[in-house]
């Protein structure tokens, strides 16, 4: 999973930012 010197939130952030790019990619 994430390093301990990665907080919650930027997990998340990463996480929704990946889930965008791939919806994107799908998209035309």
Do not use: H, I, T, V
Request: avoid cysteine; charged fraction near 35%; aromatic fraction near 14%.
């Amino acid at each position: 999973m994430w390093a301990n010197s990665f907080l919650p939130n930027e997990a998340e952030r990463e996480d929704r930012l990946q889930k965008e790019y791939f919806a994107e990619q799908k998209s035309p």
